[in-house]
């Protein structure tokens, strides 16, 4: 079936460092892609989204980048703050409905 | 704050008790997602309703059940719960597929400890 992975658990960053966490799937056929924040006690939140037919996106402080051929995403959040810290997760639309299959996650600690 | 509100927080049963889980989603969002997040891992997809008819289920026994009300809030049920149960329960409201765009909002969640 249908999978996501994450390359690494856990991610250690010094404030104001760029931090980068990675993301494989495994369906080629994918064609849209999300990443979720979640912080201690909530539920994800939305960060940035990307669809197949580019492959990299911008938000405020966050780029994601989109590699097809190797089926590979990536997160990059620039000047890392404390706030930052979470797990992130990608995750991909799955069906003909709503359904997300998500990543593992990546724990992001910012150290002052 | 996403909007969308689960209740209760947080809940402690038995092993083979039943538990109602409820979710309020969000204004103007008909689509309601339950997902089950055990301790270290992502959520997990349990079932979807849409306009109050399950509309997709994940790999979960039928002991896992929900409802979707008029108003698109919508419970989780679970029978004859198991140690393996105890997760974070989840509840994502959209308005339309996620597919072609449409953020899912998630609430906080319900902790879930079957002791």
């Known amino acids: 079936g249908e999978s996501v992975g994450l390359h690494l658990p856990t991610l250690s960053v010094q404030e104001g460092d760029n931090s980068i966490i990675n993301c494989a799937y495994s369906?080629?056929?994918?064609?849209?892609f999300i990443w979720y924040k979640q912080e201690s006690g909530k539920g994800p939140q939305f960060i940035i989204d990307?669809?197949?037919?580019?492959d990299k996106r911008q938000g405020q402080r966050v780029t994601v980048l989109l590699n097809k051929t190797v089926k590979h995403l990536s997160l990059q959040i620039a000047a890392t703050q404390p706030g930052d810290s979470a797990v992130y997760f990608c995750a991909v639309p799955s069906g003909g409905y709503n359904k997300l299959i998500f990543g593992a996650g990546t724990r992001l600690a910012v150290h002052p | 704050e996403t909007g969308v509100t689960q209740s209760p927080t947080h809940l402690i049963k038995t092993r083979g008790q039943q538990v109602t889980l409820r979710c309020s989603s969000q204004s103007g969002h008909n689509t309601v997602s339950w997902y089950q997040q055990a301790l270290g891992q992502g959520p997990q997809f349990i079932f979807q309703?849409?306009?109050?008819?399950?509309?997709g289920r994940g790999n979960f026994p039928p002991r896992f059940s929900g409802l979707q009300f008029p108003n698109y809030s919508s419970e989780l049920n679970v029978n004859a719960l198991e140690l393996d149960d105890s997760a974070l329960y989840l509840c994502?409201?959209?308005?339309?597929?996620?597919?072609?765009?449409?953020?899912?909002?998630f609430g906080q969640g319900t902790r879930l400890t079957v002791v």
């Open positions: 990307i669809r197949s037919n580019m």
């Open positions: 369906n080629s056929a994918s064609d849209y």
């Open positions: 994502a409201s959209s308005r339309g597929n996620v597919r072609g765009g449409t953020e899912a909002f």
């Open positions: 309703y849409y306009r109050e008819e399950e509309n």
